[in-house]
């Protein structure tokens, strides 16, 4: 596994880039990504908005998968369920994406999301999705 190569792919995210999320850390099969709330993210309660959380569940599950994955292969989402658990509020907005089982062709992955408060984590969300590997894609996520 490759820690540059998750970064470098990670770095050309847009949307990552435009919801201010960082990859905190990259370890094979696990993948920490973090996200500070902000009123452009944010739904008209004032709770970060489910389609902001899908999106750090969604990159943190499929880098989870990217990094056990070949060199010269990519992954895709191919599906994905979230349970949104409690309304996104605090200091930081953690996904940890963990894969579950990695296939030749599909991957299973998951990720939890936790409201950082003060130090104390609540958990938020729980993501399940299925990846494709792709071949001569070095490093696609989606």
Known sequence: MSV???RQSFAKQGLMATLGARLESVEPGAVE???VPSPAISQQHGFVHAGAVSAIADSAAGY????VMPEGSGVLTAEFKINLLAPASGD???ARGRVVKAGRTLTLSQADVFA????AEKLIAHLTATLMTIVGRDGVVD
Request: charged letters at 20%; proline letters at 0%; zero cysteines.
């Open 116 to 119: 950082v408060t003060n130090g």
């Open 92 to 94: 930081r907005i953690v």
């Open 33 to 35: 990504i973090v996200m």
């Open 64 to 67: 989870a998968a990217l990094s």
């Open 4 to 6: 540059d190569r998750i």
